[in-house]
């Protein structure tokens, strides 16, 4: 639709005042009159997407659409946006945002996919279903509009997918960080995890005073693939770069780090580096004389080694407490930072509290992508 404008203005010429019209012709656009972008599933769609735990990494369909036409030559951002049908996108979630219009695709991997939806579920109070005549029914939409303006947003067709997505924790791409502290054993190593599968990996490491005897990463028992070390280059505690099949790292001499490792570049960075963990709170005044954790494992259901740090103490009834670095005020943790069961609860106050007076053993499974928090009351 074409817009003609007429404004007069006041021309001064060095002589002589007279006046002037100027005509200004904008397009400008029309929502009306504009084309959506359409969005389907790439192949054959399936009656049923099922998620799989123990295959998160896969991937679980692709999502295809075709690029708005606005009836201008101008740059559109689009929004993939997912909900739980019937919830009018009340709580949806953005999948996509793309503003070059190149991208024209989203994949969806099945450990992101059931994130989202356990996302979802919990915004909406409800549980996740168990069986395939209970899959939930998920809205995927394009939303369309001009980059940088206030425009009209453009609207696909909803498609619809059914899937069933799956409780407890999802196996996500890892790779083991190898070493003395373990005596170099594949099957209870630490581990980094990439739960966007982006080749970034990161995750707590506690080396209980034993990564100067050295280690490495490793992404497979034989050594045979991720196999990262010390290059030419000392590694020092900060940002580094490894070298694949380099040798055993024995720069860290603290025991609890922070890592982020980049499988691609072969870049290391640490961060949040302790020498200790520990429990503080009104058992202790709130002050000094921490009751220490220490490195604990344990082998679950599944057969996988749990890494935890654990104490076991004594509280008073109402005893409120946190768990905190090297006795210091920062990187804490509490009910906002931990997931968390057991004989505990959350004091409304950042802080965890025990009912009932009596002996309690915390552990703290550190070492997951979500860390969470278990506390039992001894009888």
Same mark, same amino acid.
């Given at each position: ?21 100027? %005509? ?22 399936? /009656?049923?997407?099922?998620?799989? #735990?123990?295959?998160?990494? #896969?991937?679980?369909?692709? +999502?295809?659409?075709? $690029? ?14 997912? /909900?739980?049908?019937? =919830? ?14 190149? $991208? ?10 059931? #994130?989202?939806?356990?996302? +979802? ?20 939409? +394009? ?47 630490? *581990?980094?995890?990439?739960?966007? %599968?982006? =080749? ?9 005073? *034993? ?43 603290? $025991? ?26 009104? =058992? ?15 082998? %679950? ?5 749990? =890494? ?30 931990? /997931? ?6 959350? $004091? ?14 915390? *552990?703290?499974?550190?070492? *997951? ?11």
């Amino acid at each position: 639709m074409k817009l003609t404008q007429y404004m007069a203005a006041l021309c001064l010429p060095l002589l002589a005042l007279t006046a002037c019209e100027t %005509d200004i012709e904008q397009v400008v656009f029309d929502a009306t009159t504009a084309t959506p972008a359409t969005i389907a599933v790439d192949g054959t769609q399936q /009656d049923l997407y099922t998620l799989d #735990a123990n295959n998160a990494s #896969a991937n679980v369909f692709t +999502l295809n659409w075709t $690029n708005p036409d606005m009836g201008l030559p101008v740059a559109v951002t689009n929004v993939l946006q997912m /909900d739980i049908d019937g =919830h009018s996108f009340a709580n949806a979630l953005t999948l996509v945002t793309e503003t070059e219009r190149a $991208n024209t695709s989203y994949t969806a991997v099945a450990s992101n996919l059931n #994130a989202n939806i356990q996302t +979802l579920l919990a915004a909406y109070g409800l549980e996740t279903p168990a069986a395939p005549e209970d899959a939930l029914t998920m809205s995927f939409r +394009l939303l369309s509009f001009i980059s940088g303006s206030s425009s009209d947003t453009l609207y696909s067709d909803v498609l619809r997918l059914r899937v069933l997505p799956y409780e407890g924790e999802a196996i996500y791409p890892s790779i083991a960080v190898r070493g003395d502290y373990n005596g170099w054993d594949w099957a209870s190593c630490q *581990k980094l995890y990439s739960p966007d %599968d982006n =080749h970034v990996y990161t995750g707590m490491i506690y080396f209980n005073g *034993k990564a100067q005897n050295g280690w490495k990463f490793c992404g497979a028992e034989d050594w045979s693939t991720d196999n990262w070390g010390i290059g030419e280059t000392a590694v020092a505690e900060g940002s580094n770069i490894l070298a694949q099949g380099g040798g055993d790292i024995k720069t860290y001499a603290r $025991n609890s780090y922070w890592m982020e490792f980049n499988n691609e570049t072969g870049t290391l960075t640490v961060s949040q580096i302790y020498d200790s963990w520990g429990i503080v709170g009104n =058992h202790n005044g709130w002050g000094s004389g921490d009751t220490p954790m220490t490195l604990g494992t344990e082998t %679950d259901a599944a057969g996988t080694v749990q =890494h935890f740090l654990t104490a076991t103490l004594d509280m008073p009834a109402g005893n409120t407490w946190k768990i905190r670095p090297d006795e210091k005020w920062e990187n804490d943790k509490g009910p906002a930072q931990l /997931d968390f069961e057991g004989d505990v609860a959350d $004091n409304g106050d950042g802080n965890f509290i025990a009912r009932e007076a009596g002996s309690y053993t915390v *552990k703290w499974y550190f070492n *997951k992508v979500t860390p969470s928090l278990v506390v039992t009351r001894n009888e």
